[in-house]
């Protein structure tokens, strides 16, 4: 297991939401595994070592965590509303399908 001490901790879980937040559709398969597999490093760690550090160092590591939390479910989102967009496009040419199949007729 990796060991930080609270500045590498608190500063490493900051780059996790600023990789988060670069993600998009070019780099998402090459990125995201990297990514995910720090963010489980880091939840461990800070689940072991959160109580050690004094408040004011918990409060960071909260709002660090809280950035990680916004920036993946700005990924689920985005990643959901192309989904919603790719489901709308097929519905619409399988309107259009049927349209002409009626006017053959």
């Given at each position: 297991m990796i060991q930080f001490d609270k500045k590498d901790l608190i500063t490493e879980l900051e780059k996790i939401a600023s990789e988060l937040?670069?993600?998009d559709g070019n780099n998402f398969d090459?990125?995201?595994p990297t990514i995910k597999k720090k963010m489980c490093e880091m939840?461990?760690?800070t689940e072991r070592t959160?109580?050690?550090y004094s408040e004011a160092d918990q409060k960071k590591i909260s709002q660090a965590s809280k950035?990680?939390?916004e920036a993946f479910d700005n990924v689920l989102r985005?990643?959901?509303d192309r989904t919603?967009?790719?489901k709308n496009e097929l519905d619409l040419c399988m309107k259009q399908k049927k349209i002409?199949?009626?006017k053959r007729f």
């Amino acid at each position: 297991m990796i060991q930080f001490d609270k500045k590498d901790l608190i500063t490493e879980l900051e780059k996790i939401a600023s990789e988060l937040n670069t993600l998009d559709g070019n780099n998402f398969d090459q990125k995201f595994p990297t990514i995910k597999k720090k963010m489980c490093e880091m939840h461990e760690i800070t689940e072991r070592t959160y109580y050690l550090y004094s408040e004011a160092d918990q409060k960071k590591i909260s709002q660090a965590s809280k950035l990680i939390k916004e920036a993946f479910d700005n990924v689920l989102r985005k990643w959901m509303d192309r989904t919603e967009e790719v489901k709308n496009e097929l519905d619409l040419c399988m309107k259009q399908k049927k349209i002409l199949s009626y006017k053959r007729f």
